[in-house]
């Protein structure tokens, strides 16, 4: 059965880094697009960023442009978030998720937290 496993979650104070990671399993999603989402206390989940199967095309959402980049390893079938000049409004689970392309999300991981202290 297709999984996504999110790692990498955890505490860190504010401005300093994480580095997300989502490894696929039980089938393979090297062609699909990947991305990820978060969702804080309280809120509807969001979008963070998404990479295409090839990588070309990449996106983010406003709030985490300069600060997050994607990328994306289809030999290892894993996603990447690296998250720098963190602040404690990025503070949310954070949610792996893949697709036949970006916008059309199929498949989710069951989240990693991030909790990033003032």
């Known amino acids: 059965q297709a999984q996504l496993v999110e790692s990498g979650g955890g505490l860190v104070q504010a401005g300093g880094s994480l580095r997300l990671s989502c490894a696929a399993s039980g089938r393979t999603f090297s062609t699909a697009a990947k991305g990820w989402f978060r969702q804080a206390p309280g809120k509807q989940r969001e979008f963070v960023a998404a990479i295409s199967w090839g990588g070309s095309t990449v996106e983010y959402a406003d709030s985490v442009k300069g600060r997050f980049t994607i990328s994306r390893d289809n030999a290892k079938n894993t996603v990447t978030l690296q998250m720098n000049s963190l602040n404690p409004e990025d503070t949310a689970v954070y949610y792996c998720?893949?697709?036949?392309?970006?916008?059309?999300?199929?498949?989710w991981g069951q989240g990693t937290q991030v909790t990033v202290s003032s």
């Open positions: 998720t893949a697709g036949p392309s970006i916008g059309r999300w199929t498949n």
